[in-house]
């Protein structure tokens, strides 16, 4: 495969960023992190010494024209917005993330970026699933304004290409879960689950647990991340999940079953954002990456769920 140097993980302090920026830095590449200001810096306290930790704003342009210097390659993790919470202020959604993005290749071009991959939403840009599992080639009618700015950044992906050969991949990733993810960041069931089901707390569904969603451990999606970065990608865009359906019912069955616990769930009224099955066709990602995920969703809590032991032990 061929090897890019030097990498910008933009959001690199997050969850998906930290492992990226662990498993790059162990591919024995320079690594500079990007992260608001006054980040926890706790995901990376292993190595952060091994990586160039830069702290600002997103949407500074001059800040970001200094980070980008000398980098090969740029992963692009920012969000300033969730799925569920991009729908009450649709005006911020744009201005935060589609124009910070905006601004971010326009530096990347005048600054000699050979590639950016983007992290996309599998579970947002398609909308209502006409047809399971999902391909890439699938209609996208996204239902929320978090979905529209992810759907419409990969356009802007395309253009950039287009007009001035920006190298670019895009991820639309499914539902990843795994060590380090906050339960508390409104993103994640796998893992607000199995921190409730272990703490003792009852796990709070919306719906009646119908609802089915494709669930990937950070390993799988990180490998997936690491393909993209250190080879040619034929295509534009990939679908990176497990391949197959969970319901949220089947989800508390299994944590049980995995940690020994007895979970009690609480139903909530169900949500009009979240569309009742959305699995994602990772055909694609299998032939021209040679990528497939290797955990399955037992092997992937029990991973998880010693994470979360040990820190509640601590």
């Given at each position: 495969?061929q090897?890019r140097?030097?990498?910008l993980v933009?959001?690199?302090?997050?969850?998906?960023?930290?492992?990226?920026?662990?498993?790059?830095?162990?591919?024995?590449?320079?690594?500079?992190?990007?992260d608001?200001?006054?980040?926890?810096?706790a995901?990376?306290?292993?190595?952060?010494?091994?990586?160039?930790?830069?702290?600002?704003?997103?949407?500074?342009?001059?800040?970001l024209?200094?980070?980008l210097?000398?980098?090969?390659?740029?992963?692009h993790?920012?969000?300033?917005?969730?799925?569920?919470s991009?729908?009450?202020?649709?005006?911020?959604?744009?201005?935060?993330?589609?124009?910070?993005?905006?601004?971010?290749?326009?530096?990347?071009?005048?600054?000699?970026?050979?590639?950016?991959?983007?992290?996309?939403?599998g579970?947002?840009?398609?909308?209502?699933?006409?047809?399971?599992?999902?391909t890439?080639?699938?209609?996208?009618?996204?239902?929320?304004?978090?979905?529209?700015?992810?759907?419409?950044?990969?356009?802007?992906?395309?253009?950039?290409?287009h007009?001035?050969?920006l190298?670019?991949?895009?991820?639309?990733?499914?539902?990843?879960y795994?060590?380090?993810?906050?339960?508390?960041?409104?993103?994640g069931?796998?893992t607000?689950?199995?921190?409730?089901?272990?703490?003792?707390?009852?796990?709070?569904?919306?719906?009646?647990?119908?609802?089915?969603?494709?669930?990937?451990?950070?390993?799988?999606?990180?490998d997936?991340?690491?393909?993209v970065?250190h080879?040619?990608?034929?295509?534009?865009?990939?679908?990176?999940?497990?391949?197959?359906?969970?319901?949220?019912?089947?989800?508390?069955e299994?944590?049980g079953?995995?940690?020994?616990?007895k979970?009690?769930?609480?139903y909530?009224?169900?949500?009009?954002?979240?569309?009742?099955?959305?699995y994602?066709d990772v055909?694609?990602?299998?032939?021209e990456?040679?990528?497939?995920?290797?955990l399955d969703?037992?092997?992937?809590i029990?991973?998880?769920?010693?994470?979360?032991?040990?820190?509640?032990?601590?």
């Open positions: 495969m090897k140097g030097n990498c933009l959001g690199g302090c997050g969850f998906i960023g930290s492992h990226l920026s662990e498993a790059l830095l162990a591919c024995g590449h320079f690594v500079r992190i990007f608001k200001r006054n980040v926890n810096t995901n990376i306290a292993a190595f952060k010494d091994r990586v160039e930790l830069v702290t600002g704003d997103f949407m500074n342009e001059d800040e024209r200094g980070v210097k000398d980098i090969d390659v740029v992963v993790l920012v969000s300033m917005t969730l799925p569920k991009s729908n009450d202020n649709m005006i911020y959604d744009v201005e935060t993330n589609l124009s910070g993005t905006l601004r971010l290749l326009n530096l990347a071009r005048q600054q000699g970026v050979s590639k950016v991959v983007y992290a996309s939403s579970g947002t840009v398609y909308g209502v699933p006409q047809f399971q599992p999902i890439e080639s699938h209609p996208v009618d996204p239902l929320c304004s978090y979905g529209i700015t992810k759907l419409a950044t990969e356009k802007y992906l395309h253009l950039y290409r007009l001035y050969g190298d670019y991949t895009v991820l639309r990733i499914a539902n990843p795994g060590e380090r993810q906050d339960p508390a960041s409104g993103q069931a796998v607000t689950f199995v921190w409730r089901a272990l703490s003792g707390e009852p796990i709070v569904i919306w719906g009646d647990g119908s609802v089915a969603r494709d669930f990937l451990h950070i390993s799988d999606l990180v997936a991340f690491l393909r970065i080879g040619g990608t034929p295509s534009r865009v990939y679908n990176i999940g497990c391949g197959e359906p969970c319901t949220l019912n089947r989800l508390v299994v944590i079953r995995v940690t020994g616990t979970p009690s769930v609480e909530k009224p169900v949500r009009k954002l979240d569309v009742p099955v959305n994602l055909t694609l990602a299998r032939e990456l040679g990528w497939t995920p290797r969703l037992d092997q992937g029990a991973r998880l769920a010693r994470y979360v032991r040990a820190e509640l032990n601590r």
